[in-house]
């Protein structure tokens, strides 16, 4: 449609409805807006509906198409749903097949039962809608439909009570949503009223207390000037009394006096000492007790290594052997094998409470004191 009929008021339109035209009376939609076309599912044949009005208001009539023979009734007549009329027929035959094979999984004892059932109704249907053996193929279908009546019926049945007990669970839900809102309105409009009611009565009281505050004002400004007089009154004595005091050609000490004004009572500043370093170990030294690991040792072998670029190459430091052989040669020292063999020995007998270190490798251990401390690498 163009923008201009948009811009008329005419009604949008699908595609491709501009050049519909109705095959009985020829009449188009690009003449007459309002013209609505049907289709019957017996033949699937498009009109208009005052040709729908005009041949088969009377009774059954046969279709009008040049061709058709079916016999057609106003009351199936409806408005088409798909665009496309393949659609619209295909829609409709699984309709109809739906209604007589409506078995569900559950009612079959395997799966395969079920495969097949599926199966047989998918071929009937294609017979259908691909004009394959219709007659024997609906006569098929039509003996199935009057055998399984009962339990056709009963599976209409239950699926009918379905959809009342969710038509019924979706009122339910409908009516508790329209309760909930009615009780918010409710409950905003006791609150709205409750706020106005509140408002109306502070305003009342700031009203009624007008008056008073302005008495009190009034007597508060009063007593404000009455302490002014006074202060201004014994201010006018002081000065008075200190003229009198003073002789004729006698200095003035408080003008003349030099002395720095103190305040009595301040505290000492005492300067901030700075901040030391954060100490994660508590103050706790880890610096070897029985010897200083010197930075560098003179020894022919390690003369060798420190040129050497299969030792050096890959960043090995020499600082760390020093570090690991000196750890070695003294973890000894500190440790009396015979007391600690004696105390264990006595332990064994009930003599003492188990394996403990000796005295004097605890006073090594925790001093340094005692054999090698003092020795120097």
């Not at 004595?237 to 003349?256: I, M, V």
Request: charged content about 30%; proline content about 5%.
């Amino acid at each position: 449609m163009s923008k201009a009929a948009q811009r008329n008021g005419v009604p949008p339109r699908r595609p491709g409805e501009d050049d519909e035209i109705c095959r009985v009376c020829k009449s188009s939609r690009y003449l007459n807006h309002d013209l609505h076309f049907l289709v019957n599912p017996e033949c699937y044949h498009k009109m208009c509906d005052s040709c729908v009005d005009r041949i088969f208001s009377t009774g059954p009539a046969p279709c009008p198409i040049a061709g058709c023979t079916r016999t057609l009734r106003k009351q199936r007549f409806r408005t088409q749903t798909f665009e496309d009329l393949k659609i619209e027929r295909e829609v409709d035959v699984r309709r109809k097949v739906a209604q007589v094979f409506n078995k569900e999984e559950g009612d079959f004892e395997t799966l395969r039962a079920y495969n097949n059932y599926l199966e047989e109704m998918e071929i009937i249907t294609f017979n259908l809608l691909g004009g394959i053996d219709v007659a024997a193929t609906e006569r098929k279908l039509a003996d199935y439909a009057a055998q399984s009546a009962p339990s056709i019926a009963q599976r209409d049945a239950k699926a009918a009570k379905e959809r009342n007990n969710q038509n019924a669970q979706q009122a339910a839900v409908k009516e508790q949503a329209l309760l909930n809102r009615s009780a918010a309105d409710r409950a905003s409009m006791t609150s709205i009223a409750q706020r106005e009611e509140s408002h109306k009565q502070s305003l009342d009281a700031l009203a009624a207390d007008h008056q008073t505050d302005t008495k009190v004002v009034l007597k508060k400004s009063t007593a404000r000037r009455t302490a002014a007089e006074k202060a201004r009154d014994r201010q006018r004595q002081q000065q008075q009394q200190q003229q009198q005091s003073q002789q004729p050609g006698t200095p003035n000490t408080a003008a003349d006096s030099s002395e720095v004004y103190r305040i009595e009572g301040l505290r000492a500043v005492v300067e901030a000492l700075p901040e030391e370093p954060y100490d994660p170990f508590g103050g706790r030294s880890f610096a070897p007790a029985y010897y200083t690991l010197q930075p560098h040792y003179d020894h022919p072998w390690l003369d060798k290594a420190r040129t050497d670029p299969s030792i050096v190459a890959g960043g090995y430091d020499l600082r760390e052997y020093y570090q690991r052989t000196t750890l070695e040669a003294f973890a000894g020292l500190g440790c009396f094998l015979e007391e600690e063999m004696g105390e264990r020995e006595r332990g064994k007998d009930g003599d003492g409470d188990g394996m403990v270190a000796t005295e004097g490798a605890a006073m090594a251990a925790a001093g340094g004191d005692g054999a090698g401390g003092d020795d120097v690498l």
